[in-house]
Nanobody
């Protein structure tokens, strides 16, 4: 069956870095645009970043530009999000998901930036 499994979240001090991974299975990962979406405590879903199937085109929400980098390894069916210079406002549950239909979502991984 289709699975998206995120990992790599945790507690980090402001200014620190984390690398999130999303392992995909059960569908042809290399055919799909992929995205990262986050949900901060008490808030709605916020789109973070997107990448095209080949990995050559990316986009980011303004608040993470220059700090986050999305990438993918189609040979390993894995999506990544490198997060640098983390801020307290980046604290959220981070989800990977396909773009469009059908939409597949992972279970999320918690990222907490706090001193």
């Amino acid at each position: 069956q289709v699975q998206l499994v995120e990992s790599g979240g945790g507690l980090v001090q402001p200014g620190g870095s984390l690398r999130l991974s999303c392992a995909a299975s059960g569908f042809t990962f290399s055919n799909y645009w992929m995205q990262w979406v986050r949900q901060a405590p008490g808030k709605g879903l916020e789109w973070v970043s997107v990448i095209n199937p080949g990995g050559g085109n990316t986009a980011y929400t303004d608040s993470v530009k220059g700090r986050f980098t999305i990438s993918r390894d189609n040979a390993k069916n894995t999506l990544f999000l490198q997060m640098n210079s983390l801020k307290s406002e980046d604290t959220a549950v981070y989800y990977c998901a396909t773009v469009g239909y059908p939409d597949y979502w992972g279970q999320g991984t918690q990222v907490t930036a706090s001193s």
